[in-house]
């Protein structure tokens, strides 16, 4: 590692940095290379990995989370519909045979930025770049369920 130039053999402080700048490189290029993995696969392929994802979880945590979230995911003309429903801790392609209590409709793009972590849900909805109706508050609980590592 190389110091920076007006960094002297007592500026604790200067090389201090310079180590703390290095190991954010090193974690972005990890983290980039995890995401960029996710920004390869299909929407199905990460609605798998979801499913796997909520395999793991407490279901006792996700079903006092409950209700049933839709995912309209677009891409040019056509739309990926998927569900996530925690009151019985399910994955599945299609619409909930109910009314759900969440719908998101999203591109394929900001849907793959906010599952892999690039993007926070709240910053996606926000600005604009998912519409979302129901009861957004629960949403907004989702991120444990829905972000892949």
């Not at 009151?87 to 719908?103: L, R």
Request: glycine share 6%; hydrophobic share 35%; net charge positive.
């Amino acid at each position: 590692m190389r110091l920076p130039e007006n960094c002297n053999s007592r500026g604790r402080t200067c090389c201090a940095l310079a180590v703390s700048q290095a190991r954010a490189r090193i974690v972005h290029a990890v983290r980039g290379s995890a995401q960029s993995e996710h920004a390869n696969m299909s929407k199905a392929e990460l609605v798998t990995k979801i499913k796997s994802r909520l395999a793991t979880v407490d279901p006792k945590k996700a079903k006092e989370v409950g209700g049933v979230f839709l995912f309209n995911i677009i891409k040019g003309t056509s739309v990926y519909s998927w569900t996530l429903d925690l009151n019985n801790v399910t994955v599945y392609e299609g619409e909930p045979d109910e009314d759900p209590d969440t719908t998101f409709t999203l591109n394929e793009h900001h849907f793959k930025q906010l599952v892999s972590g690039r993007e926070d849900a709240r910053v996606i909805m926000q600005a604009g770049r998912c519409s979302v109706t129901g009861d957004i508050m629960r949403a907004m609980k989702l991120e444990p369920y829905i972000k892949l590592d």
